[in-house]
């Protein structure tokens, strides 16, 4: 099993950046969606953005404009920039498959970082 590793996040006030980073152990990772998720205090993890094996990008309506999802392939990573971060941003981030990818379904999650913006 491919594990994700996450990191990051820190405490930022509202406004800054950050740049959230996520490892793959395994190439096979460079050949899938990639989905950067977002759990705020109380709420159900939701998708904020993600990226094709093609490049293709989406992102939530609540943060286009203000973040980029990208990925190195030969690093097995991919990032995201976080800008004008607003205090509804913060939440515990983690990257993963999309929703209905076997990893999710069956709760295959890395540890996440986590990200506070100070209002």
């Known amino acids: 099993q491919v594990q994700l590793v996450e990191s990051g996040g820190g405490l930022v006030q509202a406004g800054g950046s950050l740049r959230l980073s996520c490892t793959a152990s395994g190439s096979i990772f460079n050949y899938v969606d990639v989905h950067w998720y977002r759990q705020a205090p109380g709420k159900e993890r939701e998708s904020v953005a993600s990226i094709g094996r093609d490049g293709t990008t989406n992102y939530a309506d609540s943060v286009r404009g203000r973040f980029t999802i990208s990925r190195d392939n030969a690093k097995v990573t991919v990032y995201l920039q976080m800008n004008n971060l607003k205090a509804d941003d913060t939440g515990r981030y983690y990257c993963?498959?999309?929703?209905?990818?076997?990893?999710?379904?069956?709760?295959?999650w890395g540890q996440g970082t986590q990200v506070t913006v100070s209002s």
């Open positions: 993963n498959e999309g929703p209905a990818s076997d990893r999710v379904v069956w709760g295959y």
